[in-house]
C-alpha cells in the first residue's frame, strides 16, 4: 500500500518558468512533510518541509504547499534553473521514519 | 569530509553470501537511519538508532537482516545468506534531534549491492 504517491515520474520545464511537482497521501495521521532532492550517485538532499499545522512555506525560489482537505502537496520552484534538474522525491513522517514517494525526475530545459 | 560515510559504494557478491555494509554519521548525530531504496522507487525505512539503542524495526528487515550500532557511533548492517531481491541501494542517515519529530535527515551516497 502506496501511502505517498507522486504520479507524475517525470517532468519537463523551460528554463526561468516555474516547476510544480505534486504529491497525494492517504495517512491522515502524518504530521510533517519534506521534499528531498536526488542527484546521480548522490544520496538524497533535504530541500525543504512543512509542519501538518501549516499550508504554505517559502524558501528562496522553494515553495511547499499543504492541503490537508485534500492530502495533497507541492513544491513549487520558481525560476527553474538547469542544477534544479535532479529526482525529487517528497516524503511524509509518521514518528521516526519518513515514508517516501516514488520520485519525480524534474529536466530544466535551457 | 564531514557527512555520512558510506562503505563499500558497491558490493556484488553470489546468491548465500553474507554481506556488511558499513555507515559512518556525521559525529555528533545521536541518531542514525538505514533506507533501502530500489530501482524506480523511494527510499523504504528499515531501522533506526538513537544512540547505541536499536528503537524501530521495519517489517522490511526480515530475520536475515542485522543492524548494530556499538557505542553509538558507525553502524553496520549485515545481511546473511543473500537472495537477488536484496539487490537494492542501502542508504544510511544520521540526525541531531532531541524530540519526537524526525527531522531533517542527513543521507550517505550508499551502498549498492547486487546479488547474483
Known amino acids: 500500500d502506496q501511502q505517498v504517491k507522486q504520479n507524475s515520474p517525470s517532468l519537463s520545464v523551460q528554463e526561468g518558468r516555474i516547476s510544480i511537482l505534486n504529491c497525494d497521501y492517504t495517512?491522515?495521521?502524518?504530521?510533517?512533510f519534506l521534499w528531498y532532492k536526488k542527484y546521480p550517485a548522490e544520496g538524497p538532499t533535504f530541500l525543504i518541509s512543512?509542519?501538518?499545522?501549516?499550508d504554505k512555506n517559502e524558501d528562496g525560489r522553494f515553495t511547499v504547499f499543504l492541503n490537508k482537505s485534500a492530502k495533497h502537496l507541492s513544491l513549487h520552484i520558481v525560476p527553474s534553473q538547469p542544477g534544479d534538474s535532479a529526482v525529487y522525491f517528497c516524503?511524509?513522517?509518521?514518528?521516526?521514519?519518513?515514508?517516501f514517494g516514488q520520485g519525480t525526475r524534474l529536466t530544466i530545459n535551457p | 569530509d564531514t557527512g555520512v560515510s558510506q562503505n563499500p559504494r558497491h558490493k556484488i557478491t553470489k546468491r548465500g553470501q553474507n554481506v556488511t555494509f558499513r555507515c559512518d554519521p556525521i559525529?555528533?548525530?545521536?541518531?542514525l537511519y538505514w533506507y533501502r531504496q530500489t530501482l524506480g522507487q523511494g527510499p523504504e525505512f528499515l531501522t533506526y538508532?538513537?544512540?547505541?539503542?536499536?528503537?524501530?524495526k521495519s517489517r522490511l528487515l526480515s530475520d536475515r537482516f542485522s543492524a548494530e550500532r556499538p557505542k553509538g557511533s558507525f553502524s553496520t548492517l549485515e545481511i546473511q545468506r543473500t537472495e537477488q531481491g536484496d539487490s537494492a541501494m542501502y542508504l544510511c542517515?544520521?540526525?541531531?534531534?532531541?524530540?519526537?519529530?524526525?527531522?531533517?535527515?542527513?543521507f550517505g551516497e550508499g551502498s549498492r549491492l547486487t546479488v547474483l
Open positions: 542517515a544520521s540526525s541531531l534531534t532531541t524530540g519526537g519529530f524526525v527531522g531533517e535527515l542527513f
Open positions: 516524503a511524509a513522517s509518521e514518528g521516526q521514519k519518513l515514508v
Open positions: 559525529s555528533e548525530h545521536n541518531r
Open positions: 512543512i509542519s501538518s499545522i501549516k
Open positions: 495517512n491522515s495521521m502524518f504530521d510533517y
Open positions: 538508532f538513537q544512540n547505541e539503542a536499536q528503537l524501530e
